[in-house]
């Protein structure tokens, strides 16, 4: 099975994942579905956030109240596909990936709500692009799974971007020079060497080594 990234993420982000990644992520999917559930937890647990801190913008609250309904399903799946395997749901901690993006944000407003969006948009266009790239290597159960998530991950990005446009309250100018900044850390962060492997992990430091989990995905 292969599926093709939406033309519109292939020209958003800056390059693509690496095959080593693909590789590692291929011979490691207890990892990888643990740190999935983990990051569809936390996408839900970000949209109900912009809730909590932008009450006045009733537009905004209504949208990330669905998307946030929207990640809690897609984390009971990964949960389902986790325990039809008899493998236990663990919490995973934060990818340096998440982690530098998040540090990323500036303080103040209406800096930190054009941040804020901007990396989720982001996010779910990498992850939108790495659900795509794993497909051909993944059994064929979670494949299907991951290529049905192609559709709400790329409407995700489009929502985030969307809301970075409309309710951030900065110039044209101001929005476009930092989105190029945001996306040129993105796309180093994905290139660069990680020694975690995680969903948005950089490039594995080491590729020619097959990481004992203790568990296997194979069904």
Request: proline content about 5%; some cysteine.
């Amino acid at each position: 099975m292969a599926v093709e990234v939406p033309q519109a993420i292939r020209e958003f982000l800056i390059g693509a994942t690496p095959e080593a990644w693909i590789e590692q992520a291929s011979r490691r999917l207890p990892e990888l579905l643990h740190d999935h559930a983990n990051c569809e937890l936390k996408a839900a647990s970000t949209a109900l956030g912009f809730i909590y801190r932008y009450p006045e913008r009733a537009g905004l609250a209504h949208r990330m109240s669905r998307l946030a309904r929207e990640e809690l399903r897609h984390f009971e799946q990964v949960r389902r596909i986790l325990a039809d395997r008899n493998v236990p749901f663990e919490h995973v901690s934060a990818s340096r990936y998440a982690g530098t993006l998040r540090d990323a944000v500036r303080d103040g407003e209406p800096q930190r709500l054009l941040d804020m969006l901007l990396v989720g948009a982001l996010i779910e266009a990498r992850s939108c692009e790495r659900f795509a790239a794993l497909v051909p290597h993944l059994p064929d159960d979670i494949a299907r799974f991951y290529a049905g998530l192609l559709s709400s991950e790329a409407r995700h990005f489009e929502h985030y971007l969307a809301f970075a446009r409309e309710e951030s309250d900065v110039s044209d100018e101001d929005f476009e020079t930092r989105l190029a900044e945001l996306k040129a850390l993105e796309g180093d962060l994905i290139v660069s060497p990680d020694p975690v492997f995680r969903f948005h992990s950089g490039l594995p430091v080491e590729t020619d080594r097959a990481e004992a989990s203790g568990v296997s995905c194979a069904k």
